[in-house]
């Protein structure tokens, strides 16, 4: 949506707020929401809990890639590993896609709601503001506000899913997020340009 609105130029700065803090937030406070609240057995314990942290897949990945950014990695590993990442959104999607559900039950409309309004509406809202209040401006503020208002993440929406945080909530935050996007990013750009 980024390069589709802002042209090919704005997508390094969409890569680094994804990689800086969309990813970084899931990798860091979200593993420990799953360790928290995620489908486990017994009582929480604070070693319990930094153990699935350090142990979360996103967490380690990350901190590997902070070590080993000098590296230079030969040709057939970059290609596989980009051959590999390009399968983690279908994947994703499919693992959402198996929850959702056409049919929600009340309590879940009004859940679906207000997470939906938080996320694209709320949430954008929220950073244009503080960006007005210090004084920011230019593509790189007007790319971070339009990365406020994009639907909720795939990859967390699978994630809770396989933690069993309420499937089918997060299923359609994901679903419906990404269908109301395409009415609510258009409005949100020409509201920034």
Request: proline share 7%; no cysteine; net charge negative.
């Given at each position: 949506m980024v390069k589709a609105f802002f042209g090919d130029n704005a997508v390094p700065y969409a890569l680094l707020y994804d990689q800086l803090g969309s990813f970084l937030a899931l990798?860091?406070?979200g593993s420990l929401i799953l360790a928290l609240y995620g489908?486990?057995?017994g009582k929480t314990t604070i070693k319990g809990v930094l153990k699935k942290v350090i142990s979360f897949p996103p967490f380690v990945a990350l901190v590997l890639a902070f070590a080993f950014k000098?590296?230079?990695y030969?040709?057939?590993v970059v290609t596989l590993l980009k051959l590999l990442a390009a399968t983690l959104v279908p994947i994703a999607m499919i693992a959402v896609g198996f929850q959702f559900r056409l049919q929600l039950s009340r309590d879940v409309i009004s859940q679906l709601s207000t997470g939906l309004s938080i996320k694209l509406i709320a949430a954008p809202l929220v950073a244009f503001l503080l960006t007005k209040l210090v004084g920011l401006e230019g593509k790189v503020v007007q790319v971070a506000i339009f990365e406020a208002g994009m639907p909720p993440m795939v990859s967390?929406?699978?994630l809770a899913i396989l933690a069993n945080l309420a499937p089918t909530l997060t299923a359609a935050l994901v679903g419906i997020g990404i269908i109301l996007s395409f009415a609510t990013l258009p409005v949100l750009y020409q509201f920034l340009t």
């Open positions: 990798a860091t406070y489908a486990g057995e000098t590296v230079s030969p040709t057939v967390a929406g699978a």
